[in-house]
Structures are given as structure tokens and as C-alpha cells.
């Protein structure tokens, strides 16, 4: 079992930064596939940034490419998103999520953590 716990939401102006952390215990990451989503208010579950664990590849949304960087450090057993010229529509939910695959195109994990709030103000 992998839990993760996510942290580093906020409230943030429009063109403002934050940086999304999740912490993962129970095992290593270093095999897992790694995601971030997020679900806004009346929305569905949006599935961001994937980075794998066989080669660093990263996936993202088209929505926030060149915005969002995913990033992962082993050592610390951590993933980050780090999250620039934030957006009103990026208000949400954002969680954290992990998987044993290799593929990081599809949006199936089992494992998830409990969320964080990103809130953009305009």
C-alpha cells in the first residue's frame, strides 16, 4: 500500500505560483507512475500531469503545458507540481495519485491522497 499526502495549496492571484508537494510512505515510489488531478466545484475528476518511473517522461493536459511542471525525487519520496501563471480556472481540488504502470497517458491509478485546495483569484 502507498499513502500519499498532499500539501502546498493555497489561495493565489491570477499570474501568481505555487508548488504542489506529495509525500508518499508504506513504499518506495521509485516504481510507481506518478499523476496529479484535480476536480473543480459541478466538474469532473481532470487528470493534469503523469511522470513515469522507467524513463522521467512527463504527460500534461493540454491546458496547462508550458504552465505545470510534474517533477519526482526518489530520495525524498516526494512528487512536486509546480504550478506558474496560475490561472481562475485552475481553481480546484488537486491530488496526488500513483500506479505500478508504465504507461502515463491513461488516467488509472489506485492509489490517492486526500486532496488540496488551489484557489485563483482573478
Known amino acids: 500500500q502507498v499513502q500519499l499526502v498532499e500539501s502546498g495549496g493555497g489561495l493565489v492571484q491570477a499570474g501568481g505560483s505555487l508548488r504542489l508537494s506529495c509525500a508518499a510512505s508504506g513504499r518506495t515510489i521509485s516504481h510507481y507512475a506518478m499523476g496529479w488531478f484535480r476536480q473543480a466545484p459541478g466538474k469532473e475528476r481532470e487528470y493534469v500531469a503523469g511522470i513515469s518511473w522507467t524513463t522521467g517522461s512527463t504527460w500534461y493536459v493540454d491546458s496547462v503545458k508550458g504552465r505545470f511542471t510534474i517533477s519526482r525525487d526518489n530520495a525524498k519520496n516526494t512528487v512536486y507540481l509546480q504550478m506558474n501563471s496560475l490561472k481562475p480556472e485552475d481553481t480546484a481540488v488537486y491530488y496526488c495519485?500513483?500506479?505500478?504502470?508504465?504507461?502515463?497517458?491513461?488516467?488509472?491509478?489506485?492509489?490517492w491522497g486526500q486532496g488540496t485546495q488551489v484557489t485563483v483569484s482573478s
Open positions: 495519485a500513483a500506479d505500478p504502470k508504465v504507461v502515463i497517458t491513461t488516467s488509472q491509478y489506485n492509489y
